[in-house]
């Protein structure tokens, strides 16, 4: 399995937060169940790059 490191650098970009007003969050905080689904999905993100990399150093691929 080859990866064209080149095609993926041109592909993908930062995620921008420039227009997000974080300061609307102390007017209008999100509530329990967002916060719960936002942290889930957060950590759903940052496994899926781990086990990438365990899938890549292994055999396997």
């Given at each position: 399995m080859n990866f064209a490191i080149e095609d993926y650098k041109r592909q993908t970009n930062r995620l921008e937060v420039d227009d997000i007003d974080f300061g609307a969050f102390?007017?209008?905080?999100?509530?329990?169940?967002?916060?719960?689904?936002?942290?889930?999905?957060?950590d759903i993100?940052?496994?899926?790059?781990?086990?990438l990399r365990d899938l890549l150093l292994t055999p396997a691929h």
């Open positions: 102390r007017v209008q905080p999100l509530d329990e169940a967002t916060l719960r689904c936002l942290r889930y999905m957060h993100e940052f496994h899926t790059v781990c086990y």
